[in-house]
């Protein structure tokens, strides 16, 4: 299939030229979407981009020299739904634990054929869903024939998420495997995937060596700060490791038979960590967007190590968020503010 899925017909009506709609957390939370919905969502995005109809600009970042805090600003236009957006995120204490950090993001769309706003967005719920709904497509797309178990590395926001998404694109995955030292993150990836699919459970391993050899896909989505490193050595033949955040180590990467990535010029800046000793990063066999088109080649071979790097593209945030704002201004969330006036 290479047909591009069509944004829904309903458009959140923007409202005028001096005010704003805001949609808080709280807003957002309550809005009912299917992991399928979601997925269908950023999967056009991709499509829409790779067809040339939409614009995904570099991000700008901005880093102190002792690396404290980070900061991005991402500017996007999905031409399939007439939509122009910018989103912003800062998060500070990148040196201290996790409870310790503070992070805000925010969305806010425009509609290209008005030229009203449409909304303003916090974007952490677009977010937690977006980035596992890729590794999910990545998946999908980049597994072995006959996958049977994924691993999961990490139990923060992106963990938590990680396998329901995975079963809602290969739901023939019959072993779940979780590597994570946080109780109260284990206890909410086990409570994730049960209220979605209340049959499954996870199991937690303590080896993570032998869980990497068992493994056919590995998504490693742990913190900075998670002494968990996969090596090349350790996965099976045919094995795909995505990378979302920590817990791969370089091997992973300069080792690998094929390495695809979302976007190779966001991997160039945000995957340094994942260097060589001269600090260079491979090229990629091919970004993401064409393999899922049909245009470009994914896994070439059932026992090829694939390397799949999951960096976000502001359009999957775009399409993602309007979909949250045609559900939100259906039910009438959000506040206005005058905010031109």
Request: glycine residues 10%.
């Amino acid at each position: 299939m290479t047909d591009i899925p069509a944004a829904p017909a309903t458009t959140p009506a923007p409202g005028d030229d001096t005010h704003l709609r805001i949609l808080s957390t709280t807003d957002l939370a309550g809005i009912d979407i299917s992991l399928a919905d979601v997925v269908a969502t950023v999967e056009g995005a991709y499509r829409t981009l790779q067809a040339g109809l939409s614009d995904n600009p570099r991000k700008l970042t901005v880093k102190p020299q002792d690396g404290h805090s980070v900061s991005y600003a991402m500017l996007g236009r999905d031409g399939s739904r007439d939509v122009v957006a910018i989103k912003t995120s800062y998060k500070h204490g990148l040196d201290k634990g996790r409870e310790e950090q503070h992070y805000y993001t925010s969305l806010t769309l425009y509609d290209d054929v008005t030229g009203l706003p449409v909304a303003m967005m916090d974007c952490s719920r677009i977010g937690s869903l977006r980035t596992p709904a890729v590794s999910a497509l990545l998946a999908r797309e980049l597994a072995a024939p006959g996958a049977r178990t994924a691993l999961v590395i990490g139990t923060g926001t992106q963990g938590r998420l990680a396998l329901p998404f995975l079963l809602t694109t290969l739901p023939d995955l019959d072993r779940l495997l979780l590597s994570g030292t946080h109780p109260e993150g284990i206890a909410a990836v086990r409570a994730e995937l049960r209220a979605h699919f209340p049959d499954r459970d996870v199991e937690l391993v303590t080896d993570l060596r032998a869980a990497a050899a068992d493994a056919d896909v590995v998504i490693a989505t742990a913190g900075g700060h998670t002494p968990a490193a996969v090596e090349a050595s350790w996965l099976g033949p045919g094995a795909l490791s995505v990378l979302v955040g920590h817990g791969l180590a370089p091997s992973t990467l300069h080792e690998a038979d094929r390495v695809i990535a979302t976007s190779e010029a966001q991997m160039n800046v945000t995957g340094t960590d994942m260097a060589d000793a001269e600090g260079k990063l491979p090229s990629v066999d091919s970004e993401f967007p064409p393999v899922l088109a049909g245009l470009s080649a994914g896994r070439t071979g059932p026992t090829e190590r694939i390397f799949a790097y999951n960096s976000g593209l502001v359009v999957t945030d775009i399409a993602l968020g309007h979909r949250f704002a045609q559900l939100a201004l259906a039910q009438g969330l959000g506040t206005e503010v005058a905010l031109w006036r």
